[in-house]
T-cell receptor, first 114, second 115 residues
């Protein structure tokens, strides 16, 4: 089946630093990827939709300058949390869409900002 | 606009008993419905989906779900629960004709199966 890999699975960083999370579709080309954020005991909240070769579309209330999304190839999208603060600590999950429209999720990345 | 409601935050069931996790949805067109399961600190695992066809959909690990258009529901069921089924379950929806729009998720229901 289709595999989506997220890296790192866990990251701890100091406040003020930037962290990059990668989302890779390992066996299919993903023209569209979605980034979600999940707070403890809550549902997945869509942050942005990323289309290969174009700017991401951010959901209302998501700061595009803080959460930089790059989708430079058909198999890789990255989310960079810039100048991270403790309130950015969360579980971030990506989803990649294959050419047939199927959606596949990564294993998630837990970010802890100290 | 699309939305999903999972009315129960928590469902408790004894091992061996049948389980039901409820989900209702709202879309403007025809729904594309999903159930996912999430274990602690893990991503989402696909259980099953409904696009068209039989209203009863069978999925992974013995789970099934019944699409009911008149009640706009897509409840997840399993005839005999296992302790290992304990996890967080999400229902999700999107409009079939909505192209690349993202899935909209319910808030999740935590299932606890007691031995």
């Amino acid at each position: 089946g289709a595999v989506v890999s997220q890296h790192p699975s866990r990251v701890i960083c100091k406040s003020g630093t930037s962290v990059k999370i990668e989302c890779r579709s390992l066996d299919f080309q993903a023209t569209t990827m979605f980034w979600y954020r999940q707070f403890p005991k809550q549902s997945l909240m869509l942050m942005a939709t990323s289309n290969e070769g174009s700017k991401a579309t951010y959901e209302q209330g998501v700061e595009k300058d803080k959460f930089l999304i790059n989708h430079a190839s058909l198999t890789l999208s990255t989310l960079t949390v810039t100048s991270a603060h403790p309130e950015d600590s969360s579980f971030y999950i990506c989803s990649a869409q294959n050419p047939g429209g199927g959606r596949f999720f990564g294993e998630g990345s837990r970010l802890t900002v100290l | 606009a699309q939305s999903v409601a999972q009315p129960e935050d928590q469902v408790n069931v004894a091992e061996g008993n049948p389980l039901t996790v409820k989900c209702t949805y709202s879309v403007s067109g025809n729904p594309y419905l999903f159930w996912y399961v999430q274990y602690p600190n893990r991503g989402l695992q696909f259980l099953l989906k409904y696009i068209t066809g039989d209203n009863l959909v069978k999925g992974s690990y013995g789970f099934e779900a019944e699409f009911n258009k008149s009640q706009t529901s897509f409840h997840l069921k399993k005839p005999s629960a296992l302790v290992s089924d304990s996890a967080l379950y999400f229902c999700a929806v999107r409009d079939i004709n909505s192209g690349n729009t993202p899935l909209v998720f319910g808030k999740g229901t935590r299932l606890s199966v007691i031995a």
